[in-house]
């Protein structure tokens, strides 16, 4: 295989196992062919409201102010006088899109429809909206046409605000919730002179939705602790006061059921995703027609969770917590609407005021929506598989016995003890449900991981084809001819390739699942291909005892190596620990001097950052500013002895990006609105980083660091605090790399001397050492890393704040946001690619091997982290797991492409 064919499929390889772990361990919960429970009793609401404020920890809901006051003291009157409250607990990851999803449908969405967008439906889903006779619903663009989409859902009428209003510049962002209020106003107002709509909004089963944006804006821009944030909450409290007045007023029937809640929280420094308790705890309060104004059922508190409610002012005997999912049920018997088919919510009957007949019934149905779930899947599996493994716990059977007991237990009036058994039934349907969605996951692991191994392999052999001795050797065999190529082990490979085809056709898997098994088929047939290759390598092995010595002592260093990758995933002061190690161990070397100190100093100064808090947390004008000052004075001592206007220039850009940011920072925090040059001056530095490199001699030293100082420019304009300094540092590490590289090669020429185009086309003049070019790939993979930790944890969302993207844009546009965010945590990437180039020329060693090793690098580390994800535990764990892999997965596929951008960027 040539290195061009490997480099395509790899590529193609590494998307597969990319996108295999979310079939593996995140398909949709989402199951079709279920009938509809209907309400077995009546209910006293008519309408339901439903306030979602979007971003609203339920601690600075709760709390008093510092004069002892609620920040909401109408929902604080209803807390203590008239309706029930508690906390209400997301999941990971706590966005808005799959909170709003948890709250109105019922079941959390698995994370790969989440990355599918924020307005489109990947699969559509049953909710309380579309159970509902009509839905008025009023807010954000982001989210209602989420709910809005598919067929029969005529009814669910939306009203939303333009875009380009959602702005994080410092403006007062409470505008969005009066925006909702008003507008709710006015169509209340505009029914009184419409005898059609005062019909339709006076029909039973109706739900009102308000969705409320300000809270989540602010705390984006100013965070949670600001004056900001808390005054929103004032606000808010205020609009929903006005709007239950004005119920009370156009029906005057104390029908409806008010519900206020949140989507997720927000840390302390803005921002949400990940799984810390300011995130994942909200506010729920529920009074009006059916709520449970008594205190008969408590919810069993921890003793911090009791302590931290007395520090709020409030009994904790009154508390009474949920989980996100069970508030769809709760709002669907609120209005007297079904239970959403796929919602995996458990009713929180403690909120609700009803008789306990009533109640009993209420649940039976719950556990029977849950029920009719867990028998479709079954079925559907069943008639699947050629040897079906039934869920030991509960059968088709059970489900019925366990229906007519409850049932009969009602009829007998014994409704604790059909609650008991309707508890039962749900809890154990949830648990087969989740038997069988997993139910064929082991297939599918064990071909991704033969997928993985064969791949590592696979490049093993590539590079081995680039030692003289193995590749002589291998050569001198007999090639495979075409009756060999079809031996007995082809017509094996064949035969199992038509057996697996056959199986999932006949399971109806899903059409990804044909190449998820049949891709390790084919890569172990091609790895069968070569044994002359693998004999050769066996003989050098074997008859060459030293290497063979050395080899093991290498591949020690090098799982060492690789599990200290894998830590500092987890553990970033590992990453200080090699960068140090690094330090030590250059004096062994016979480098000269100035390398060894020089080397040393820039180790040093890079193992503090790995030390330091995350970066997002605390915005740093002055580092920012530092950041630009010392990266333009290193590209003028980089570049001290050349001239030209171009390079005199070019050390100018880090210090313009190093004023424009923190004056954005300023403009946003006093005047909200930015300037437009601001943007037109930060688009133009992206666009010129990409071309003013090519404007440059291909010298080595010249052109890196020309690319070095384009592209810290742009990393610049998109930091907030020490991360510009640090990737000051890091270029520096990454050109002192170079000199390291270029010394233990004993080069005879100097280092300025070599041109990137100008490489010798002498194969006896590259290098073909294995052992020298697994230790540079390693070395990449480390900087990579680094890149990624070493200003903090990106495998968590809160590492992002939005300010970072002000030199760019004010307006909330998800997509640009995540492009710029994306860019700067890739843009690293680039520059170690670079790096790359630039060794394999100074060392004359060829490209490809180096490509080869850095596949070995990252393959068995994306191995290890493939081997941790998991889908149970806690949520922060499980979002943690995915996050790691899908980075290093990322990091893969990203270091491919970059690599080929690379060889244009500095050969052009």
């Known amino acids: 295989m040539n ?5 395509v499929i790899s590529i193609f390889v590494h998307f597969i196992l990319f996108v295999s772990v979310f079939d593996i361990y995140f398909t949709s919960p989402i199951i079709h062919g279920m009938k509809e429970i209907k309400p077995p009793v009546k209910v006293p609401a008519q309408r339901l409201v439903l306030f979602v404020a979007d971003g609203l920890r339920a601690d600075k809901f709760y709390e008093l102010d510092e004069h002892g006051k609620s920040r909401s003291p109408f929902l604080r009157n209803i807390i203590e006088n008239s309706g029930s409250w508690g906390i209400s607990h997301t999941r990971v990851p706590t966005e808005t899109r799959p909170g709003h999803v948890a709250l109105i449908a019922g079941f959390y969405e698995d994370v790969s429809a989440v990355l599918k967008g924020w307005e489109e439906n990947p699969i559509e889903f049953d909710s309380v909206f579309n159970k509902s006779r009509n839905t008025w619903a009023w807010g954000s663009p982001d989210v209602l046409p989420l709910f809005a989409k598919g067929e029969n859902i005529h009814h669910v009428h939306i009203h939303c605000y333009h875009g380009d209003t959602q702005s994080f510049a410092g403006d007062d962002s409470s505008l969005l919730d009066e925006w909702v209020f008003d507008k709710m106003k006015d169509f209340f107002h505009s029914a009184e002179d419409n005898a059609t709509l005062n019909h339709l909004l006076k029909q039973d089963n109706t739900v009102f939705f308000l969705h409320l944006l300000g809270i989540d804006t602010n705390g984006h821009s100013h965070h949670p602790m600001s004056k900001e944030y808390l005054e929103n909450i004032k606000k808010v409290d205020t609009g929903v006061e006005r709007i239950v007045g004005m119920f009370n007023k156009f029906y005057q029937d104390e029908k409806t059921a008010y519900v206020f809640t949140a989507d997720h929280g927000m840390t302390d420094w803005g921002s949400h995703g990940a799984g810390l308790a300011s995130e994942t705890l909200t506010p729920l309060v529920v009074w009006g027609a059916g709520a449970n104004k008594h205190k008969d059922i408590q919810t069993p508190l921890t003793d911090e969770e009791a302590q931290l409610t007395r520090s709020w002012g409030l009994d904790p005997s009154e508390r009474r917590d ?47 929506q849950l029920s009719e779930q867990f028998v479709v899947k079954m079925e559907s599996i069943r008639n699947k598989t050629f040897t079906f493994s039934p869920f030991p716990k509960l059968s088709h059977s059970g489900v019925i016995d366990l229906d007519r007991k409850i049932t009969e237990l009602i009829k007998q009036g014994d409704y604790i003890g059909a609650n008991n058994l309707s508890h039962e039934l749900m809890s154990l349907s949830l648990e087969g449900m989740n038997y069988f969605h997993i139910y064929h996951r082991s297939v599918l692991y064990f071909s991704i991981v033969l997928s993985f191994i064969g791949w590592i392999v696979e490049s093993i052999l590539m590079l081995l084809h680039h030692v003289d001795f193995i590749s002589s050797q291998s050569k001198k065999m007999t090639p495979l001819g075409k009756t060999q190529m079809f031996s007995w082990l082809s017509y094996v490979f064949c035969l199992s390739a038509l057996f697996v085809v056959v199986r999932i056709y ?13 891709l390790p088929i084919a890569i172990w047939y091609h790895i069968s291909t070569q044994k002359h290759t693998i004999q050769a390598g066996v003989m050098y092995i074997s008859s060459n005892r030293p290497f063979f010595q050395k080899l093991l002592l290498h591949i020690c260093a090098f799982m060492l190596g690789v599990w200290a990758l894998v830590l500092s995933f987890f553990y970033r002061y590992i990453l200080t620990v090699e960068l140090l190690l690094f330090a030590v161990t250059i004096h062994f070397t016979s480098l000269p001097r100035k390398s060894k100190h020089q080397w040393t100093v820039v180790c040093t100064l890079a193992a503090a950052f790995p030390l330091l808090p995350t970066v997002g947390r605390a915005p740093n004008s002055f580092l920012v500013f530092g950041g630009g000052l010392s990266g333009s004075i290193l590209c003028f001592l980089l570049n001290s002895k050349e ?6 220039f070019l050390t100018t850009l880090p210090f313009i990006a190093g004023c424009i940011q923190p004056t954005a920072m300023y403009i946003s925090s006093n005047q909200g609105s930015m300037p437009i040059a601001l943007h037109i001056l930060s688009w133009s530095l992206l666009l010129l980083s990409w071309v003013l490199p090519l404007l440059q001699t291909t010298n080595v030293t010249l052109r890196l660091v020309t690319i070095f100082c384009c592209h810290l420019t742009v990393y610049i304009l998109i930091s907030l605090s020490y991360d510009a300094v640090f990737c000051v540092v890091f270029c520096l590490l990454l050109y002192s790399w170079v000199q390291v590289e270029f010394h233990l090669d004993s080069n005879p020429k100097l280092l300025e001397e070599y041109s990137f185009t100008k490489t010798s086309t002498n194969q006896s003049f590259l290098k073909a050492l294995l052992f020298s070019t697994l230790r540079v790939g390693y070395m990449f993979i480390f900087f990579i890393v680094l890149a990624f930790f070493g200003v ?3 495998a968590s969302i809160n590492s992002f704040d939005v300010k970072v993207v002000l030199p760019f844009l004010t307006v909330y546009n998800h997509l640009v946001m995540g492009l710029l965010l994306a860019y700067k945590v890739l843009l690293p990437y680039l520059l170690v690619a670079c790096t790359l180039c630039c060794i394999a020329t100074v060392t004359r060693t060829n490209m490809q091997q180096l490509c080869y090793a850095v596949l070995i690098v990252s393959d068995v580390v994306g191995m290890h982290f493939f081997f941790l994800v998991q889908d149970s535990g806690s949520w922060l764990d499980i979002g943690t797991s995915i996050s790691h892999y899908v980075i290093c997965m990322s990091m893969v596929l990203s270091v491919l492409l970059f ?10």
Not at 3 to 7: A, D, P, Q, S, Y
Not at 349 to 354: M, W
Not at 643 to 648: D, G
Not at 899 to 908: E, P
């Open 3 to 7: 290195f061009v064919n490997f480099f």
């Open 322 to 368: 949920v989980n996100q999912a069970d508030i769809a049920p709760l709002m669907s018997t609120l209005v007297g609407v079904p239970i959403p088919v796929n919602s995996v919510g458990e009713l929180p009957i403690e909120h609700i005021s009803l008789d306990s007949k009533t109640k009993a019934h209420l649940l039976h149905a719950n556990a029977r």
């Open 506 to 518: 006949v399971l109806d898997l899903p059409k990804l699942y044909y190449l998820y098994c049949t």
């Open 643 to 648: 001239t030209s206007l171009l390079t005199k």
């Open 792 to 794: 903090g944890n990106i």
């Open 899 to 908: 690599l080929a951008v690379a060889k244009f960027v500095t050969s052009c």
